[in-house]
């Protein structure tokens, strides 16, 4: 029966109709009657202080309802936006916390830091009078360049963080790792610089939110990738409304990649002073604010090292980066280049002792936080571009040497020396295949062939792992982590046969109104049409963890299953009643419960009835109904891995680079909906190439004014920019979640920057350019090859 | 001060009373709450607000409501003919899992009409992804969505759309 839709199936999506249609409902989309709107006056100077705020041309402006400033939350005790996670420094101290006031107070920190909120009749009106609002500023120097960003004299962010330095944070044990340096045949330096880049989800950030002075219940809609967490904070730390009076609604979302997990100023200010202007407030940034104020993405100065032996087998790695934070502490930030980086840097290989020192800076600039990979694409790129240049240096193929140093199949669960432990995993078929795919043997025939036509061309490879589905949740809390990681489920039962099947976890984009209905069809036989999953409310859910690091499928979907078993398990009791069977004779299979051995059978559906019109039923033994509710934490985290191979052909009188060939090997565990998992990799690899040759976001370095802030700036990837791609997979299934399934979510991203990269390396190599800059733009490139060819003659 | 506004949209008359600055797409969205056209830029760059007006593609971000007196409209709810029949635009971008988050998908999928009838249902991959410069997505990497465009552009010949 669920052949067509179950695990493994091509299934068109569920959700598809609505958004083809026009009828998908965002935030900016809710009909609120009597709504006002909110625009957001933001700070112009990096770094300034407030010396005075003067409303009164403003508060005259038609359709002003209300304006508010820091000092107005203040004074109702609104607290400051938080940090969720704990970072202890190489003293065992906790990372510096300054305070992130949700309007500036006395001091603005970053270009587009909020100042006042005006709330109008129309948003036109609301614009319109915060252009009246006089503020008074106190313009100082700013410190925007990370690398200097610990310097002496450099300006100071915060007070509280002194040096600019938010924690200076390690891993491993350095005295180890130098000993073996020492012994080391050779040794491979890289200095990388992970551009920074802003997410751009083609939805911009929106809030809206409605006050029920009857009842004193808050609604807060919000683009929010995890409407439970956004709840608790608001809750528990900033705004002080008790959780059951709180309800946050993230309905359609329009991509998210990390930047809508966070708790916003605006959300906050929206949702505080619709009980205060009595009217519901509407908010939506405009492009511009959302360059400004998403939290950007990676930004990391990294130096690293690693040693090998004569025969090319690792023997350590040293790793010295610098994180930009930004100017204040966003959600998870500190968590992103420690717990998710520095831990990835085993990569698929068997070095034996990491040392990775990580130091945090503020600086002022917007905040930094997780982005598409979060960490792991950092980390990966440190790994496979010295990986790459380590074979270079001792000229050896990079296929040959990554193979030479992959953990073995049977040496699995792996323990790394960076604290993981690799469940399960087989690298050497995925290069293989990849390889196959890619014809690598035909490479230097297309290179040379190139050449004839004055084109370069060159090839990378990228071997990356990914760790998914932070877990488990008393780990998360050792390290720091302020929130529990498992996932819930409610498969609540209509008396007709139908399914809402409730999940924590939310969607913006991935598919898990077919995905997670394709799970509950394969387990319990319901068809696909009586299935619907229901996500993104918290007066729906139990509670959520929501969705982040390729988390939902792997945490999310094994709570569905978990709730599954207890939905199997209450109807089989329900049908060994009905056929006055026992119930240790009772099996479940293709969605009917049946003895074993006759033809006595009763249909799922038929039980579910029977649940709610208990006319004929076990009531002494078991209560009404068929509504279970599952909490799944997992044993660990998962780890999808996989191979990618870009080829790219630079012109060298443009210094254009044209990607020819990619190809992307992955193990994700089982697979529920290849399609699905398909468009993931797809837009993950296009982040990844964007992050390697176009994107970029760029601060003036003296003025910290964002030059890279539209469309016509900040070149997001286009139709033209990207080749189609060529996949495959190999699959091991996870050994510890019910599903066998890993993520699939980041794996594009996480790799294809340093694929992209030693391609573009590997090209340029002839021509004497060892090291090039992400992004590899063509002024990029052209430069480079005409600063070699100068080096050269000189 | 405000301007009385008429045409037709999705072929039924809309009318309104504008600010001489309100956008056709603030018209679309505010005016007649058709909610399906997105903004998701302000520099007429992400194409998440394209319709047709009297035929072609249009950025309705980059037009005024009033330039729009008397024009015929078509923006993404008028397209299918109902939830059983849609576009074979809209049936390519769902047989391809052309769309994810589905914020830039009207936009699109109204370029990619525009497009198919512009170069007479006969396609290339390179033109069309040279074709899909004003649309962003962030979601798809593009692959599907020219995966969806090619494979329309017979389907529309054939149902003579």
């Known amino acids: 029966m669920t052949a067509a839709t179950g695990i493994g199936a091509r299934v068109k999506r ?127 120097p700013a410190s925007v360049d990370l690398a200097k960003a610990f310097d002496k004299g450099t300006p100071q962010v915060h007070a509280e963080a002194p040096g600019n330095l938010i924690y200076d944070w390690e891993l491993g044990v350095k005295a180890d790792v130098d000993a073996a340096f020492a012994k080391a045949a050779h040794v491979t330096k890289i200095d990388i610089v992970n551009n920074r880049l802003i997410p751009n989800a083609m939805e911009p950030r929106a809030a809206a939110a409605e006050y029920d002075k009857g009842t004193g219940h808050y609604t807060l809609w919000s683009t929010s990738q995890n409407p439970h967490v956004l709840r608790l904070i608001l809750s528990a730390f900033v705004l002080g409304i008790p959780e059951h009076k709180l309800r946050v609604i993230a309905p359609d979302v329009g991509g998210g990649f990390g930047s809508k997990i966070f708790c916003y100023n605006e959300e906050t200010a929206v949702c505080w002073a619709s009980s205060r202007v009595g009217r519901p407030i509407k908010w939506t940034a405009e492009r511009a604010e959302s360059f400004m104020t998403d939290a950007h993405g990676r930004d990391h100065v990294t130096h690293a090292e690693l040693a090998l032996d004569k025969d090319g087998k690792f023997l350590a790695l040293k790793v010295d980066t610098i994180a930009n934070m930004g100017a204040y502490l966003s959600t998870f930030s500190t968590a992103v280049p420690t717990y998710l980086y520095a ?43 010295i990986v790459s240049q380590a074979a270079k240096d001792l000229n050896m193929d990079p296929a040959e040497l990554r193979r030479k140093n992959f953990i073995p199949s049977t040496a699995f669960p792996y323990q790394t020396p960076v604290a993981l432990q690799y469940d399960s995993g087989n690298y050497p078929p995925i290069i293989d295949e990849a390889m196959k795919i890619a014809d690598y043997k035909g490479f230097e025939a297309r290179r040379a062939e190139a050449k004839s036509r004055g084109k370069l061309r060159g090839i990378g490879f990228s071997s990356y792992i990914e760790a998914c589905g932070l877990a488990p949740s008393q780990v998360i809390g050792q390290l720091g982590g302020g929130v529990g990681q498992w996932e819930s489920a409610q498969l609540k039962f209509n008396p007709t046969g139908n399914v809402q099947v409730i999940t924590g976890s939310h969607s913006h984009g991935q598919g898990h109104e077919t995905t997670f209905a394709q799970i509950v069809s394969d387990k319990l036989g319901v068809p696909l049409e009586n299935i619907e999953v229901v996500h993104g409310d918290t007066s729906t859910t139990t509670f959520g963890m929501g969705t982040y690091g390729s988390r939902s499928l792997a945490v999310g979907g094994s709570a569905i299953m978990k709730a599954a078993d207890k939905i199997i398990a209450k109807g089989r009791k329900i049908a060994a009643h009905l056929m006055e069977a026992s119930v240790d004779d009772v099996v479940f299979e293709n969605g009917t419960f049946k003895v074993a051995g006759t033809d006595k059978n009763v249909p799922l559906a038929q039980a579910v009835f029977a649940a709610y019109v208990p006319h004929n039923y076990p009531l002494a033994e078991i ?142 190599a002839p021509i004497g350019v060892t090291q090039i800059t992400m992004p590899a733009t063509p002024l990029n490139v052209w430069q480079t090859i005409h600063g070699a060819a100068r080096a050269a003659a000189e | ?102 914020f830039c998908t009207p936009g699109m999928v109204m370029s990619a009409i525009d497009m198919v009838k512009r170069h007479n249902y006969q396609l290339d991959e390179t033109t069309v992804r040279h074709e899909l410069e004003g649309n962003l997505c962030r979601c798809t990497g593009y692959h599907n969505i020219v995966k969806a465009i090619l494979a329309a552009a017979p389907a529309m010949k054939a149902a003579g759309v």
């Open chain 1, 14 to 140: 569920k959700e598809d109709v609505r958004f083809l249609t026009g009828t998908g409902r965002y935030v900016d989309d809710l009909p609120l009657a009597r709504a006002t709107y909110a625009y957001f006056l933001r700070s112009p100077h990096a770094h300034a202080g407030i010396k005075g705020i003067d409303l009164s041309a403003a508060e005259k402006m038609p359709g002003v309802v209300a304006i508010f400033t820091g000092k107005d939350l203040a004074e109702s005790k609104v607290g400051s936006l938080i940090c969720g996670w704990v970072v202890k420094d190489k003293h065992g101290q906790p990372h510096k916390a300054p305070p992130h006031p949700v309007l500036a107070v006395d001091t603005v920190r970053y270009v587009g830091d909020p100042v006042a909120m005006v709330v109008a009749n129309s948003h036109d009106e609301a614009k319109d009078a915060a252009e009246q609002i006089k503020v008074d500023y106190d313009v100082r």
């Open chain 1, 343 to 385: 831990t990835l840097l085993a990569g698929q290989y068997t070095t034996p002792l990491i040392y990775a020192n990580v130091r945090a800076a503020v600086t002022h600039t917007a905040p930094v936080d997780a982005y598409r990979g979060a960490g792991r694409p950092e980390a990966t790129f440190v790994i496979e571009s």
């Open chain 1, 623 to 764: 209560e009404p109904g068929m509504d279970e509710n599952a909490f799944y934490d997992p044993a660990n985290f998962v780890y999808p891995a996989g191979t990618q191979i870009c080829e790219v052909e630079i012109d060298p009188d443009t210094g254009e680079t044209q990607i020819v060939n990619f190809t992307a090997v992955d193990d994700f565990g089982n697979i529920i909906n290849p399609m699905i998992v398909e468009g993931q990799v797809h837009g993950g690899i296009v982040q990844g190439v964007g992050q390697a040759l176009l994107e970029n976001a760029v601060y003036d370095k003296e003025t910290g004014q964002l030059l890279s802030g539209s469309y016509m700036d900040y070149t997001m990837p286009r139709a033209d920019d990207v080749p189609s791609f060529k996949l495959g997979y190999k699959v091991t299934p996870c050994p510890h979640n019910p599903l066998g399934v890993k993520g699939c979510g980041e794996a594009g991203a996480i790799a294809a920057p340093a694929a992209v990269m030693n391609a573009v390396r590997d090209a340029l």
């Open chain 2, 1 to 102: 001060m405000t301007i009385s506004v008429a045409m037709t949209v999705n072929g039924k008359p809309a009318s309104g009373k504008v600010e001489a600055r309100t956008l056709l797409v603030q018209f679309l969205r505010e005016h007649l709450s058709m909610t399906g056209t997105h903004v998701g830029c302000d520099t007429s760059q992400c194409g998440a607000c394209v319709v047709h007006v009297d035929g072609k593609s249009v950025k309705s971000c980059t037009m005024l409501a009033v330039q729009a007196e008397g024009a015929q409209v078509l923006t993404i709810e008028g397209l299918a003919a109902s939830a059983d029949k849609l576009h074979p635009m809209q049936e390519a971008f769902r047989d391809n899992h052309a769309l994810q988050c589905g």
